[in-house]
Every structure is written in structure tokens, then in C-alpha cells.
């Protein structure tokens, strides 16, 4: 079963709204909605690029959570709690708070009972908490590691003390 109805609500757009983003008809919308039709692979791509969810995700194929899948969950989960309407001062709270889970684990894992769980559990929490931000702001979290990863990939320097120092700062 595709997701199609889903994500529109998600996003408070009508069928009308969406045809005319998609360039095709209401009727169209419905049909692919309630599956009388199937979307065709040039419309799934432009769906879920408008979207931003994987085509497997939007048409209710996928099986395993990739990143930008587990990120279009996290942030209809957002909007299903009206999180993008929230101060995003607070939602920067939270992630220091977060952030600080991973430092205390990291200073004093013997005060856990699982460590490992302790630290997957902090890192989970920090990302979610920085993908709804960036979803607040209206930003594409995935565009923001895309910027950083190619402001990164060519970056030389060296370990000292265990700390990577960039070239330009050695």
C-alpha cells in the first residue's frame, strides 16, 4: 500500500493542492491514493523527491529503514505532534541535553548497565532531536550533510593526541 495519502496530510495539502504541484489532476491523485491506478515510475520520482522520502518509502516497498526514510518518520512524527510550530530556542535546548547523554556515557560508562545500549540510545536521541530542528527551520537535513560532506571529503590534516587537526590549522 503506498504512502501517497500519508504524506500529504503530513504536509496539510489537499489532492487539488498536490495535482497542481504535480502537474496532473485531482482525480489522478485519488486514484493513485486509494490505488486504483498505478503511480508511474516518472510521477513516484517526482512524489518522492517533492517529498523527500525514497521511492521504495513512498510507495510502501521498503522493508529496511534508510536514512531518508527514517528521517520523512521522524518528521511526520513531528507534525503529527506539531513540533514544526515549536521554538526551535527549545528544540536547541534539547539537543545540548541529548548531546550531553553521549558525554556522560562516554565519562562514566561503569555508571550504566550497557554502555553500548546507553551510547546507541544518546546518539539516536541527538539525531532526532536535530532532525526535527532542522525540520522547524524548514531545512533538508539531508542537503545540510550534503553541504558538510562536500566541505569535509578533500580535507587533509593529522591525529595529535587523538584529535584530527586540520591542515590549515596545523
Known sequence: MNRLKELRKAK?????????????????????????????????????????????????YDTDNTLTDLIAKINEWADERNLKQADPKIQWMRI?????????????????????MALKDAVGDTLVTIIVLAHQLDLDVTECLNIAYEEIKNRKGKMINGTFVKEDDL
Open 96 to 116: 545540548t541535553e541529548e548531546v550531553g547523554e553521549i558525554r556522560d556515557v562516554l565519562l562514566k560508562p561503569t555508571k550504566f548497565t550497557d554502555p553500548q
Open 12 to 60: 496539510g495539502l489537499t489532492q487539488q493542492e498536490l495535482a497542481k504541484e504535480m502537474g496532473t489532476t485531482k482525480l489522478t491523485i485519488s486514484n493513485w491514493e486509494n490505488e486504483k491506478h498505478t503511480i508511474k515510475a516518472d510521477k513516484a520520482k517526482q512524489l518522492a523527491e517533492y517529498f523527500n522520502v525514497s521511492v521504495p518509502y513512498l510507495l510502501g
